[in-house]
Nanobody, 115 residues
Framework: QVQLVESGGGLVQPGGSLRLSCAAS????????MRWHRQAPGKQRELVAI???????NYADSVKGRFTISRDNAKNTVYLQMNSLKPEDTAIYYC?????????WGQGTQVTVSS
């Protein structure tokens, strides 16, 4: 059974930081491209960051320079370090594992940026 379990969300003030984690099980994690998406209320889901199986990374323009995606294959875990958070970063953040025709999703973790 495949599971992706996100953690680390919460309430943070503007300018603050959070680190999201996504622990995967049931898949050959090192072979999967891992992605973080987010969905704000009333908006479409947005791709935030990608890390390939070879650890190449790519980011949405809206988070470039503030967010960092990384992976630890020994722990089957992908991370999203979020710095300089803004109110517009408020959303549910979802972890996604992708390989060829396989796509798996976590349940999401809420991030709220507010004073």
């Amino acid at each position: 059974q495949v599971q992706l379990v996100e953690s680390g969300g919460g309430l943070v003030q503007p300018g603050g930081s959070l680190r999201l984690s996504c622990a995967a099980s049931g898949i050959p994690f090192s072979m999967y491209e891992m992605r973080w998406h987010r969905q704000a209320p009333g908006k479409q889901r947005e791709l935030v960051a990608i890390i390939t199986s070879g650890s190449s990374t790519n980011y949405a323009d809206s988070v470039k320079g503030r967010f960092t995606i990384s992976r630890d294959n020994a722990k089957n875990t992908v991370y999203l370090q979020m710095n300089s958070l803004k109110p517009e970063d408020t959303a549910i953040y979802y972890c996604n594992g992708h390989r060829v025709i396989s796509d798996y999703w976590g349940q999401g973790t809420q991030v709220t940026v507010s004073s």
